[in-house]
Structures are given as structure tokens and as C-alpha cells.
């Protein structure tokens, strides 16, 4: 590399190589490397064509950005010719670097845009009515009308020239699954993944240049109600967007001659049922093999007794394409034990609770029916436990075709589970073999945490499982029951954590339109997001995370167009608190107050909760006021804030510091928040502290504050009793799930406890993140990677983390917008080993723990400060040595 800069993961809207950009102006964002320490970039150059070779070429005829002294490498706003439909921009970024020098090119990257006018439209929704089904073996459809046969529907037509570009462009009012000649489109499961389709609908775009052939060629695609027309929520209601599927597909094909061929869901369009009796995101599926329309999506194939199609023209409903990473089906989870319940019922354990389906491999008889079963625990008696599921039957069936060895994964359903059942005929289930598929969005690894701990890294892993089972395409609160809604309470507790373990940027900035599209008339953020049925709005820590997760976005990924789009929703909801509680004590209008959701034995006032919310949004407000250049707000916001605070501490703080209430969660939130002065704030941190011990070092926390504990803790110089609080296993803590073998995140501390065993069935969760919030202070501090709030996004590194005496070792890495970041710290009988990694263009604060104010080395020598070690300052802090360095891999040592 020559210690010269190289550009590389090139992205636009956060998404590598992107179909279907429909931002103006779509975000451009890189990443730096550089084996020369201290290495930064002073300008950049953008080059945007039509075509690689008029890149190549150096001829950029869409963008040629000329070179732009700056050191952002992100959220840089696309500024050439304004891109039409269908338009491929090929780009390719240039870098200089400290010394002025210039970086090569960077390999040519690319984004396509969609169809970015209604008028690109011409296809219309096709729907096949289909008889309801007759009652099937086992019971399993009985008083669940909305479980309606998956059709398939499909069209041929012939292509007769050479075929240049080929793009299909398709979406489901449910779920769809795209087939062109014989094999499945793209990778993707669940599409088009869930919004409120009243609202909006995605579409998908897959490049199917490769799979058109001359001759005839065969579109088609199966059909499913996802949660458009399925089961979606409690009670078993379903059709809550419409009463059936319906598919729009739009295949483009461009020809070497110019010419463009358009095949949409039109009339021509046949459909049968087929092998799928039945897919229900929250029943299951029934797939009857015998029933497979062999070829059905290939040439040659005999359609002429297949229905015509229903069709409805579009229409309001806005088109967009897509803005995350779509749902994928993962990675295959083995069997690690298998138990006999009887004479034909299995149970096998894949070690691991986690979301999507079973691969089943079987051989028998045609007609002989496979029963699959799911649950996340098993009773005391070895059956599984499916009570927690409330109404989803979560039950799969297949019907051997009796062809020889059968593999069969449904495609349109997901469980929540660790344990598989199967059941059927002894002779049939003696030859079954499962295993466990992961299906879920397909976000990148940002972070990897391991410590000399198995307790705490078995901790981060139940984490990081929690979070992978729910990020399904919207931040769910549970795979498994009759819910998996997207709670606004549980995504904002969340949500920090979530950046350091998954790169979730793409991921929720989808999700805060969810949020938008489902916010009140009156400016109130809602319970849950999509919006379902009715709307539930403003309750306190759940409408806030309207103002939290925008906030957290800009800090971590320094987004401010997050900040842009949702600022006109944002200002509503903080004009409608203040109009519903002039006093500024969230009295009134908390919706369906959830309060300190499940906290354990501690009741905090909900209006002491909201009353704090309200200010705490305030102040992000203000934050985030200043930082899109709306100074006039910003000062508003922070004398809305001081209002506020005022208030609160003086409906709710005494003259000693005590809180009403006395709970955790009564100190936590004002000390997190800021409301207190320091006097205040100070004999808060006494009462919390004893609180904490008097519970003999015990949590009580729930839902609303458990993320703010060890961080204030923390802040308040007290992380030893954070650490105590980490290393507590007796009931309740992070660890007492982990001594009863938890893989995930539980939704209640008490969700299975020695003494009382299950908690209530109505529920009872073993796959919730929110208690898992605590995952942001594994990183932040006991690894050290932190971000300078004072520079959102990662370009100022703060490394300071607080190694306990009980652990030995901390391996941490985070990848942020900027590139990876590394912290190793170890303890030897030497002394204090510290290593990091940052990367080119940001600079890092290290804060060094040195008491005793021991000689610090780096890389076995004393510290100097010069360009060239990169090392820019260095000064004695408050038993700590705090080296400013840039960027590069540095080894500390300290004694
Ligand atoms: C969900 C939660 C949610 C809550 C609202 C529950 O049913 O599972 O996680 O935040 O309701 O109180």
C-alpha cells in the first residue's frame, strides 16, 4: 500500500451496489485504509458515469465533483445530472491524503436508480381467488379461515433478440416468491418484507440479465399473505392491509438493439394453487408435495387449464424501492441432541433459540404427513413448550411425495425456537433429519466482543442472537408468539446497542418511515410501527423513540438526513406534549403508559417516566437543532429543556436528592437525562447506589431505564458497582437466564426462575433484545470503543476503557462508518497491555488507566508526540494517561 491511502466499500444509501435508489440526491459514503500510521484525507474526488468506460476513460459524463477539499468520507450527497428511471451511475472515488498525495482509484462501485415515476408503472395487481381449504390432518387449519392455498402465477413469453439488460421489478401485497425459467430470483426470503401498505409499498429489483434465453422464457411467482393478509398480532386476527395476495411484477428487458420489451402482470397471467396449502407468518405451513406443479415455472409447461387472473389497477399507494438490506434465509443450525417422546415424536435441540424455519430431510411413502412443531423450551417433563406462543400454532406439515429422498424448507412463515418436534408415522420420522435455518435481515457484522469471561461473552452472544432474531425486516419484539410487532419502546432502548453489533444504519432508517407513516394527526408517535389496526399512540419511552432513534442514527453514524426527514414529524410531537401539559409534567395523554415496563418489584410514577422522556427529547431536539443548522429551534428546545428539568426536579426531587418512588429507575432516568444539578445529582447517585446495595447488588429495572444503569454507574464514577451488577447471577440479573442455559435475551427477568418456574403463558418471551441493552457499555466501556459526542459518526475515537479486576482480557472490534476500530486490553504481571486500532482519517482520544502514574510506552518505547508515530498529544488526566493519536494499529503499555 505504500502508506498511501486506498478507497475502498464504496456505498450509496449504505447499501453495496444498490438496485432501486430512489433518494434525490441518493448518499455516497468509503472507507480509507493506509498502513502508515496517522494518515487522513484532505480532499476527495467523485467521478460519476453512465458507463465503466466512460469512467475508465476518465470521462464522467452524470458527475465529476472536480476535487473537493474535505475530510468527510460519508453522507456525501450525490451532485450531478439529476438521474432518471432505470439510470446505472458507475462511480469511483479518489482520495488525497495528509501529505496531498493522491490515493488510485478506487474500484468502480455502482447504484441503479428504480422506477421513480408512477407513469414507469405499467403492470397492475394480480390476485387468484382460490377455494378455501377443507380441514387438513392434524387439525391444523380448524378455525383459522384466513389460511388460504399459496397460488402460483405465472405468464410465458418469448424474447427473439439478443437480450442486453434484463431487470425484473416486483413486489406483493404478502409475501412473493420470483421464479424466471425454473429458478428462483435472487436470495431473497419474506419480500417484500412489511410496511404499512396503505402507506407505501417496496418493491424489489433483481438484475435478471443472466436468466432470459432466447426462445420462450416463463415469469412467475408464488404468492403468499405475509403480513399484508395473514396473521399478524394477537388474538388471531389476520387481513389486516386486505383480504388476499396480490402480486405486481414489471420485468424489463432492454435488447442489444435498442429496443425495450415490457412483460407485467397483465390478463395474460394464469394461476393454480399448488403444494402450499397454506404459508402464515405466525401458523405455519403446509406444503403438500404431492400437489407440486412440476415445471410450472419453466417452458413447454401446459398452463391452458389454469385461471385467469384477477386484476386491480395501482393505486395511490406510493412505490418505493427498497431502503434496507432485504430478509434473507441464513445460515443452517445442526441438531446437537435428538430425545424420543414417543412412538413417532421426536424432539431435536439445535443448542440455540433463533428465527425462521426447519430443513427437513425424509424419505417415505406418498401421503405420509411430517408434523413440525416449535418451541423455545422445554417443560419439566422434556415436551416442549409451547404455551408461550399464545395463538400462533406455529406448526408446519409436509406431505411426502414419495419420490425417494425429500428436502423441504417452507418459504413463507418464521418461527421462534430451539426446539424442533417432529411427529408422524414411526416408520417415516425414523428417517427425518432436521436442522435449524436462520432467516432474517441481512445486516453486516459491525462488532465481535470476547473477554476472559464465558458468562459475559455467553452475555454478548444472547445479545447479539436477540437482535439477529428480531430484525426482521422491522425491529420485532418477539419471533415466536402471536405478536412480533414493531415496538417503539423496545427499538429505542435498543437501538445504540444494536449499532455496535450489526450495521443497522440502512436497516432503521426504513424502519423510522414506518415510524412516520404511523404517526398520529396530532403529532403523537405511536405504540408500534408499522401501524396495525388501530392506532395506540403517545405512551411515555415508547412515542419518544420518534426523537431517540433519529438522534442515535446521527450520533453513530453522523446522519443528519435522518434528522432532515423525520425533523417536521419530530417538531409535532414535542408542540403536541407541550400543548396537551402546559405545566411541563407529562400529566396527561400517555396513551397506554407502559410505565417502567416489567421492572421487577420497584414501581416508578409513569408521570415522573414521561416527565423525563419529555425532556430528554427536548434536549436531543436541541442537539439536533444545532447540528442541521436550525439555530433559532435550538435555542428553543434547550430552554424547553431547562423548563423541563426545572420542573421535574421540582415535582419529584426532594432537597436530599431522594426521587419519588425511591426506585432504580427514578434516579436513572434524571441522572442519564441531565435533569439534575450537580448538587442534586450527586446525593441521587448516593441513593441509587444504595438502593442497588440494599438489594444486595440487584437490579429492579425494567423496560425504560435498564440500558441507562451501568452507564450512569459509570459517568458517576462508580463502574465497580456496574461490574457488580454485570457479575450478579443470583435472580434477578443478566447472568441468572445464562445459569439456565438462556441462547437469547429473555423478555422478563423472571421468565423461568427456580422458585416459580414458567411465568405466566400470556407473556413470557425467551427472545425480547430490550434487556439486552446493556450491550452498549460492553462496548463503550468495557471494551473503551466510544464515539466523541461532540463529533457524531466516529471520525474522533474515544478509547477508554475500565478494565475490572475480575476480568483478565477484553477483545473488542467495532466497524463503524469510518472503518474498523480495535480495543485489546490484558493485564499481565507486567502491567497493563492496551492495543488499539483506528482507522485512516479518524483520530482517537486513548485514555490510559495509570493510578499510580506509571511510565506509558508505546510499542515498546516511550511516547513521543510527532506526525510520523502518530502521536499528537499527550497529557496526565485523572488517574489516567490520555494520548491523542491518529490513525493506525498502536500497542500501549503501561508499568
Ligand atoms: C411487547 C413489548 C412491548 C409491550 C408494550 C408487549 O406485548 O412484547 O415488548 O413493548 O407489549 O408494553
Known amino acids: 500500500m505504500s502508506g498511501r491511502l486506498a478507497v475502498t466499500r464504496l456505498r450509496c444509501d449504505y447499501l453495496v451496489d444498490p438496485l432501486g435508489i430512489q433518494s434525490d440526491p441518493p448518499l455516497l459514503s468509503w472507507e480509507l485504509a493506509s498502513d502508515r500510521r496517522n494518515q487522513r484525507q484532505t480532499a476527495w474526488r467523485i467521478q460519476v458515469a453512465s458507463a465503466p468506460e466512460g469512467l475508465v476513460a476518465d470521462a464522467a459524463d452524470l458527475w465529476d465533483s472536480g476535487v473537493v477539499s474535505s475530510s468527510e468520507t460519508a453522507q456525501i450527497p450525490y451532485g450531478g445530472l439529476r438521474l432518471a428511471s432505470r439510470t446505472t451511475a458507475w462511480w469511483r472515488v479518489r482520495s488525497w491524503d495528509g501529505d496531498g498525495e493522491p490515493s488510485d482509484w478506487s474500484e468502480i462501485a455502482r447504484w441503479e436508480t428504480g422506477l421513480l415515476r408512477a407513469e414507469d408503472w405499467s403492470a397492475r395487481w394480480a390476485s387468484l381467488p382460490l377455494p378455501p381449504n377443507a380441514p387438513l390432518p392434524g387439525g391444523v387449519n380448524e378455525g383459522l379461515d384466513a389460511l388460504t392455498p399459496a397460488p402460483l402465477l405465472r405468464r410465458s413469453f418469448s424474447v427473439d433478440r439478443p437480450v442486453r439488460r434484463a431487470r425484473l421489478y416486483a413486489t406483493a401485497r404478502g409475501v412473493y416468491e420470483p421464479r424466471i425459467n425454473g429458478t428462483l430470483v435472487g436470495d431473497r426470503a419474506l419480500a417484500p418484507g412489511w410496511t404499512d401498505y396503505s402507506r407505501r409499498q417496496a418493491y424489489q429489483v433483481f438484475d435478471v440479465t443472466a436468466t432470459i434465453t432466447p426462445g420462450e422464457n416463463v415469469v412467475g411467482a408464488t404468492l403468499a399473505p405475509g403480513w399484508f393478509a395473514g396473521y399478524v398480532g394477537w388474538g388471531e386476527r389476520a387481513r389486516h392491509y386486505g383480504t388476499e395476495p396480490q402480486l405486481l411484477v414489471q420485468l424489463e428487458i432492454d435488447h442489444e438493439d435498442g429496443s425495450r420489451e415490457i412483460v407485467v402482470t397483465d390478463g395474460s397471467w394464469r394461476g393454480s394453487d399448488g403444494p402450499v ?28 387449464g389454469w385461471q385467469p387472473v384477477r386484476l386491480s389497477g395501482l393505486n395511490a399507494t406510493p412505490l418505493v424501492g427498497d431502503l434496507a438490506e432485504p430478509v434473507r434465509a441464513l445460515e443452517l443450525l445442526p441438531s446437537i441432541a435428538m430425545t424420543t417422546i414417543d412412538e413417532g415424536t421426536v424432539i431435536h435441540d439445535l443448542g440455540q433459540n433463533l428465527t425462521g424455519w426447519a430443513r427437513l430431510e425424509v424419505h417415505g411413502p406418498a401421503g405420509a404427513v411430517v408434523r413440525l412443531r416449535f418451541g423455545e423450551r422445554l417443560t419439566d417433563d422434556g415436551r416442549l413448550y409451547v404455551e408461550n406462543l399464545r395463538r400462533a400454532r406455529a406448526t408446519d406439515t409436509y406431505v411426502l411425495a414419495g419420490t425417494g429422498p425429500e428436502v423441504w424448507e417452507p418459504r413463507f412463515t418464521f418461527h421462534g425456537f430451539q426446539y424442533i418436534e417432529i411427529s408422524g408415522d414411526p416408520n417415516v420420522i425414523a428417517t427425518a433429519t432436521v436442522s435449524g435455518r436462520f432467516v432474517g435481515s441481512a445486516t453486516t457484522t459491525a462488532g465481535t466482543f470476547v473477554c476472559s469471561s464465558e458468562d459475559v461473552n455467553q452475555l454478548a452472544r444472547n445479545i447479539v442472537w436477540g437482535q439477529r432474531d428480531n430484525f426482521l425486516s422491522i425491529p420485532t419484539d418477539c419471533p415466536q408468539r402471536d405478536e412480533r410487532l414493531g415496538w417503539l419502546g423496545d427499538a429505542q432502548v435498543f437501538v445504540r446497542t444494536a449499532t455496535t453489533n450489526m450495521d443497522v444504519a440502512a436497516f432503521f432508517r426504513k424502519w423510522m418511515v414506518d415510524v412516520l407513516d404511523a404517526q398520529r394527526d396530532d403529532g403523537a408517535f405511536p405504540d408500534v410501527a408499522p401501524r396495525l389496526g388501530t392506532l395506540n399512540a403517545s405512551a411515555p419511552a415508547w412515542a419518544d423513540c420518534g426523537v431517540i432513534v433519529p438522534w442515535t442514527l446521527w450520533q453513530v453514524y453522523g446522519d443528519t438526513r435522518v434528522i432532515d426527514e423525520s425533523w417536521p414529524a419530530m417538531s409535532r410531537y414535542l408542540a403536541y406534549l407541550e400543548r396537551r401539559n402546559p405545566d411541563g409534567l407529562w400529566v396527561d395523554d400517555r396513551g397506554n403508559d407502559y410505565g417502567d415496563w416489567l421492572s421487577i418489584d420497584a414501581e416508578t410514577s409513569k408521570e415522573l417516566i414521561g416527565t423525563a422522556f419529555w425532556a430528554y427529547d427536548a434536549s436531543l431536539m436541541g442537539a439536533m437543532a444545532r447540528a442541521t443548522g436550525r439555530h433559532i429551534e435550538a435555542d428553543r428546545y434547550d430552554r424547553l429543556f431547562r423548563w423541563l428539568a426545572d420542573a421535574f426536579v ?15 429507575t427514578a434516579y436513572l432516568l434524571p441522572l442519564h437525562f441531565g435533569l439534575l444539578p450537580e448538587d442534586l445529582a450527586t446525593r441521587a447517585v448516593e441513593h441509587l447506589v444504595a438502593n ?25 464514577g462508580r463502574p465497580d458497582i456496574a461490574f457488580d451488577l454485570l457479575f450478579q447471577d443470583r435472580f434477578p440479573s443478566w447472568l441468572y437466564p445464562i445459569r439456565q442455559g438462556a441462547t437469547t435475551i429473555w423478555e422478563r427477568w423472571d421468565g423461568w426462575t427456580e422458585a416459580d418456574g414458567f411465568q405466566d403463558v400470556g407473556m413470557n418471551s425467551f427472545n425480547h433484545y430490550s434487556l439486552g441493552s446493556v450491550g452498549e457499555w460492553l462496548y463503550r466501556t468495557v471494551a473503551g470503543i466510544d464515539n466523541d459526542p461532540a463529533v457524531p459518526g466516529f471520525a474522533r475515537v474515544r478509547i477508554a476503557p475500565i478494565p475490572d479486576h475480575r476480568l483478565d482480557w477484553v477483545r473488542a472490534t467495532y466497524h463503524g462508518i469510518r472503518g474498523s476500530i480495535a480495543s485489546h486490553w490484558e493485564r499481565t504481571a507486567g502491567g497493563l497491555h492496551l492495543a488499539v486500532e483506528i482507522p485512516a482519517n479518524s483520530t482517537a482520544e486513548i485514555v490510559i488507566p495509570n493510578s499510580e502514574g506509571a511510565t506509558v510506552r508505546e510499542s515498546g518505547s516511550e511516547i513521543s508526540i510527532s506526525e510520523t508515530n502518530g502521536v499528537i498529544a499527550v497529557r496526565e488526566g485523572d488517574g489516567s494517561t490520555v494520548v491523542t493519536i491518529g490513525s493506525g494499529s498502536y500497542r500501549f503499555t503501561v508499568g
Open 650 to 664: 421540582a415535582a419529584y426531587v426532594a432537597d436530599d436528592g431522594r426521587i419519588i418512588g425511591d426506585t432504580q
Open 277 to 304: 396449502r397454506y404459508g402464515d407468518l405466525l401458523m405455519g405451513e403446509y406444503h403438500d408435495a404431492r400437489r407440486a406443479r412440476t415445471g410450472w415455472d419453466r417452458a413447454g409447461f401446459d398452463d391452458s
Open 692 to 716: 442497588i446495595r440494599a438489594r444486595g447488588n440487584r437490579l429492579t429495572t425494567g423496560f425504560v431505564s435498564v440500558a441507562y444503569l451501568c452507564p450512569v454507574l459509570t459517568a458517576a
